[in-house]
């Protein structure tokens, strides 16, 4: 057996990713050890933690988007109020995005390429070839350094032999998803092409009660194009064209109301619907709308040398733009409505150098380069009901007998804020590593990382639409302290920040025989400062600092029962300094507005936990899998956290306690059941359950931010053929309509929470061919 198969088998032991034929033997692919580092050099075998999915299985199982693929990997956390606000974490370590000046814990690349914002991920896993999740650090793997770990896709290439797939799936809720995808050459062995396209459309199931429309209704449609060149066999060049769109009127759900927010409703009479999250209602007097448009471009050139020297080039374009229109005060009263536009683009370039010299040793170089630039403008018109629900909870009103009738609405009416600028990031990487093997056994892999970010941003806020104060007793009295209060005035900031840094790895593996190799690695991850892109007061600074995380991991990778069973187990622990955290806060005082998507450091975070991932082959038929998490993430230092808005305290220590979005236990458990029937066809099903223990949403831990535990059951049963040319499935998804949250965001005011329903019940059937 060589050695890469050797590392093959290693690596690809107990990954629930892993897949077990029928003669119960574990299935070994080399592209394993090239999918975690998105390179094709040996030179990258490093010891480390690792889901690997390839694309039948990611189709097979209905993992067709990052939500579904969440609920099969234990410790891979998603909240996404929408694409804006995404967030993802790892180990209980992740970020979100709701503050435009942030970058994710968690790098994700598609073809190489990394992508800005974690909004960007595609939003249909179609004719992806393999998707990798690397826990941790990812050190010196990629071209952008990360630090609680690294999400890695690839398409599928261009074929030199003609095929096609396709896929029609329908289901409850008009829900209608179609893929498909062609390849085949152009000119024999020198060109060949790839086509691939998704339609997806399902009806709203959060009702209006309003209007009577049905809300949060998706619509999204995206294509691929891709041409590989292989002149001679020591060149290639690959090619890939993407365009999405998404057009959907995403829409939060209340979990909290406050006291302030009922107070002002009342006295305006309105009567707010009762909270109750999962009846899939709201009241909303203005429209919602989500657009996001994606396009990208990568060039990918691989040029073999002399003496097994390969050098790789990979440059990409990619631009996003996002625009949303939706209800402020998420109420049938006319307070505020908001529109939100983002346009982001980015160019990046990467160049590596690996080289295999004999069976001791062997090494990677690289040079990464990116640029991102983001333009931003939010825009917040207040209406008729803005200047009396604002004055509904001030105590001077009650005392002086003011009513609702004699508020002029236009104090407010009229006005808007409008929110502009945006931030300018550049980084340079360089990276290297290598592989010494002194014995057989034994493989040392050290590697430096060398970092530089540059990154300016500006935020200029301007207020306008505002009438003259009237002579009448209210907008004498206070007109101007509420305009005051709700608009702010005039702000303008505009901030730089350079950093450098040296990250590194230290791993190594140990083969004690055929059936056991076990690993260790120290890893430095790094994440660079940024820019606070929302209005800050004396309380949040205007710039934060880098976020850097140090992690040690030991494992075991073992294969037993005569290649039927397979077990992977990790212990890891990583020192978080300078976590960046998104706070929702207080305000300072009675006359300032609360602070909101806020970036703040916390001191100090732990993570420590095991991982268990296991896959039985019962019988020829049968086959069982296990994911199974302990994450214990807790802020270790954290005395000057916000405070959940209804404690009215302005700080509290949270230290000891457990970080946001991030349950302690997690698992993903399953069996599937395959049965050969005549003519050459197949029985197949599978019952898969995944859980979660009880988490906050948010960092403030407030009232009605928190998730308690919940899990969910899919079940799968279909025919086809045993060569899976085709295939007819019935598929059901949260069997028993478990209510849950995808993720929480606050809204209104201080102490008001929404929540996005996670997918309730669906069931319907899939039609899946291939030539």
């Not at 988007?65 to 410790?75: I, T």
């Not at 825009?379 to 508020?407: H, K, N, S």
């Not at 622990?573 to 507005?593: G, I, K, M, R």
């Amino acid at each position: 057996m060589s050695r890469v198969t050797r590392a093959s088998l290693w690596l690809m032991l107990a990954l629930p990713g892993t897949a077990l034929a029928e003669t119960a033997v574990i299935e070994l692919r080399e592209i394993s050890v090239v999918g975690v580092n998105h390179s094709e050099q040996p030179a990258q075998r490093v010891p480390a933690s690792v889901s690997v999915f390839d694309g039948e299985q990611l189709q097979d199982d209905g993992m067709d988007d990052l939500g579904a693929l969440a609920q099969r990997v234990p410790g891979l956390m998603l909240s996404a109020p929408n694409p804006r606000y995404t967030a993802i974490g790892i180990r209980g370590l992740g970020s979100s995005s709701a503050n435009d000046g942030l970058d994710g814990s968690v790098a994700v690349y598609l073809d190489g390429v990394y992508l800005g914002r974690q909004g960007m991920i595609p939003q249909d896993f179609v004719d992806i070839d393999r998707l990798e999740i690397l826990r941790g650090p990812q050190a010196t793997l990629y071209g952008k350094n990360a630090t609680a770990g690294a999400i890695n896709l690839t398409s599928r290439m261009p074929s030199f032999v003609n095929e096609g797939q396709g896929e029609v799936r329908m289901g409850e809720d008009g829900l209608r998803h179609y893929r498909a995808s062609l390849s085949g050459p152009l000119v024999d062995e020198v060109l060949a092409a790839r086509l691939s396209v998704y339609d997806l459309s399902r009806d709203g199931d959060i009702d209006n009660r309003f209007n009577g429309r049905q809300l949060d209704e998706q619509d999204r449609q995206g294509l691929r194009g891709q041409l590989l060149w292989t002149p001679n066999e020591r060149f290639s060049a690959r090619l890939i064209g993407e365009y999405a769109v998404q057009e959907e009127s995403a829409v939060l759900t209340a979990s909290h109301l406050s006291a302030t927010t009922r107070q002002r409703a009342a006295f305006v009479g309105y009567q707010p619907l009762p909270v109750a999250p999962f009846a899939r209602r709201v009241e909303q007097n203005d429209g919602n709308s989500l657009d996001t448009v994606q396009r990208g471009l990568t060039l990918q050139l691989d040029q073999q040398l002399d003496n097994e020297l390969t050098l790789t080039s990979i440059t990409g374009y990619r631009d996003w733009d996002y625009d949303s229109r939706h209800d402020a005060d998420s109420m049938a009263l006319s307070v505020a409505r908001s529109a939100v536009g983002l346009d982001h683009h980015q160019f990046s370039q990467e160049l590596r150098l690996a080289q295999s010299l004999g069976e001791r040793f062997d090494y990677l170089l690289g040079v990464h380069y990116l640029q991102q630039r983001l333009q931003r403008d939010v825009d917040v018109a207040f209406g008729r009901d803005a200047a009396a629900f604002f004055l509904g909870d001030r105590p001077e009103v009650t005392a002086l007998g003011i009513t609702p009738g004699v508020v002029p609405p236009s104090l407010l009416q009229g006005a808007e804020q409008h929110f502009r600028g945006g931030q300018d990031s550049d980084t340079q990487a360089v990276f290297g590593q290598f592989t010494w093997r002194p014995t057989e056994r034994l493989a040392i892999t050290p590697g430096l990382r060398y970092s530089r970010e540059r990154k300016r941003g500006e935020i200029i806020r301007r207020v306008d639409g505002l009438a003259p104060l009237g002579i009448d007793p209210v907008s004498q009295l206070g007109g101007q302290l509420l305009r005051d209060i709700a608009l702010g005035g005039a702000y303008e900031r505009r901030n730089r920040i350079a950093e450098n840094n040296l990250s590194g790895q230290l791993a190594f593996s140990y083969r004690f025989n055929e059936a056991l190799v076990g690993y260790g690695r120290w890893s430095r991850g790094y994440k660079a400062g940024g820019i606070n892109l929302e209005v800050t007061g004396d309380a949040v600074a205007p710039v934060f600092g880098a976020e850097r995380a140090t992690a040690v991991e030991v494992g075991l990778k073992s294969l037993w029962w005569d290649e039927r069973f397979a077990l992977d187990v990790a212990l890891y622990q990583t020192d978080v300094d300078d976590y960046q955290a998104l706070s929702n806060s207080e305000p300072a005082d009675e006359l300032s507005p609360p602070l909101r998507d806020s970036l703040i450091n916390v001191g100090k975070v732990r993570l420590r936990g095991i991982e268990v991932d296991g896959r039985l082959q019962l019988t020829s038929q049968v086959g069982w899998h296990l994911g199974l998490a302990l994450s214990d993430a807790r802020y270790r230092s954290f005395d000057n956290a916000p405070c959940a808005p209804e404690s009215a305290g302005v700080s509290c220590d949270l230290s000891g306690k457990q970080l946001f979005n991030a349950p302690r236990w997690s698992l993903a458990t399953g069996v599937d059941y395959r049965r050969p029937l005549e003519a050459g066809l197949e029985l197949f099903g599978a019952l898969d359950y995944s859980w979660r223990s009880g988490y906050y949403g948010v960092l403030e831990r407030g009232t009605g931010s928190y998730q308690s535990a919940y899990g969910l059951t899919d079940l799968r049963l279909g025919i086809g053929q045993a060569s899976q040319r085709w295939a007819v499935e019935l598929w059901a998804r949260n069997l028993f309509d478990q209510d849950y949250a995808s993720a929480f965001y606050a809204t209104l005011g201080s102490g008001d929470y929404g929540l996005l329903p996670g997918a309730p019940r669906s069931v319907g059937v899939s039609l899946r061919g291939r030539y």
